[in-house]
């Protein structure tokens, strides 16, 4: 009798414990997937840059998002394995109000989406083109990656400079779109261009400078588009570096010496049109340090 006692008892356990593990397992896998598919994320690649995105939507979670993005970017770097660094997006007030998103947001940039300098572009290359002012920087060390203040990250910065992206907005204009899509999209990583490189002093002035630079945004008349301070990032566009070194020393990613990485909007984002755009930092030699798009 016992004997029998002890028996169902283990059977019991055996299956409790059992299906515990299915379950628990099924639970594991569900969250692992819970997002896009890799045909989906296909679709997406395929779709680059001329057609609109149809698999995601504006009840995308941000998690959800980063798995969307995950998916995309192995087949991005399948197809070109060209990683080159990344980009931190709604760093602006105004764009995480535009987009709905109270967080930073990070993307990856590959080396083919750059375009030479006083480069022409088809205005209709993409669907729902635009363009970007924004700031980019290059990583002299990994050491960044114990940095803890401002002058910290500075001291393993390269240089600074004028940088502009012009993605696609790959999503009908019906449609409500909000951070979320554009963290599946990678961040809207479409084309970019740098001018040369602007070095700073590492030291508390540099520190001082680098928030307050004055952005010009010019027509091929020379009408002033959009004036905005660096300070739109954040404070300083170091703080955003902070960000990230801390959103990826989480992930125990290691940022190297070259990684090339945008820090965002300084100000608004603008529709493509044909024209002659020009781009600089006030204060420095506008002839050297100035990005040229012809726009056709």
Not at 95 to 123: V, W
Not at 206 to 225: E, M, Q, R, S, Y
Request: glycine residues 6%.
């Amino acid at each position: 009798m016992i004997l029998q006692k002890n028996r169902s008892f283990y059977l019991f356990f055996y299956i409790y414990f059992s299906l515990f593990t299915y379950i628990t397992i099924c639970i594991s896998k569900s969250n692992a997937h819970d997002c896009i598919s890799f045909s989906q994320a296909q679709q997406i690649l395929d779709g680059f840059p001329s057609k609109p995105i149809t698999v995601i939507d504006n009840t995308l979670t941000l998690e959800e998002a980063y798995c969307a993005q995950d998916k995309l970017n192995y087949l991005i770097r399948k197809k070109f394995d060209d990683k080159i660094g990344y980009k931190v997006g709604f760093t602006g007030e105004a764009l995480q109000k535009r987009f709905d998103i109270n967080t930073p947001a990070i993307g990856t940039i590959y080396n083919h989406m750059f375009l030479p300098n006083d480069a022409e572009i088809s205005k209709g290359f993409g669907y729902r083109t635009l363009i970007e002012p924004d700031l980019l920087v290059v990583i002299k060390s990994k050491n960044i990656m114990n940095s803890t203040t401002q002058l910290d990250i500075l001291k393993n910065i390269s240089s600074i400079h004028p940088f502009v992206e012009i993605p696609a907005l790959r999503f009908k204009k019906e449609e409500k779109v909000n951070g979320n899509m554009l963290v599946a999209t990678n961040m809207l990583a479409t084309y970019m261009v740098m001018a040369d490189g602007i070095e700073i002093e590492a030291n508390e002035e540099g520190v001082n400078a680098l928030a307050n630079i004055k952005t010009v945004f010019l027509d091929k008349d020379n009408n002033v588009i959009q004036t905005a301070s660096t300070s739109n990032l954040m404070g300083n566009p170091l703080n955003v570096l902070q960000w990230l070194v801390n959103y990826l020393n989480e992930r125990e990613i290691s940022l190297q010496k070259g990684d090339k990485i945008s820090l965002g909007s300084v100000g608004k984002l603008f529709p493509l049109s044909k024209n002659v755009y020009k781009y600089y930092f006030e204060g420095f030699e506008e002839d050297k340090y100035v990005v040229k798009i012809n726009v056709k």
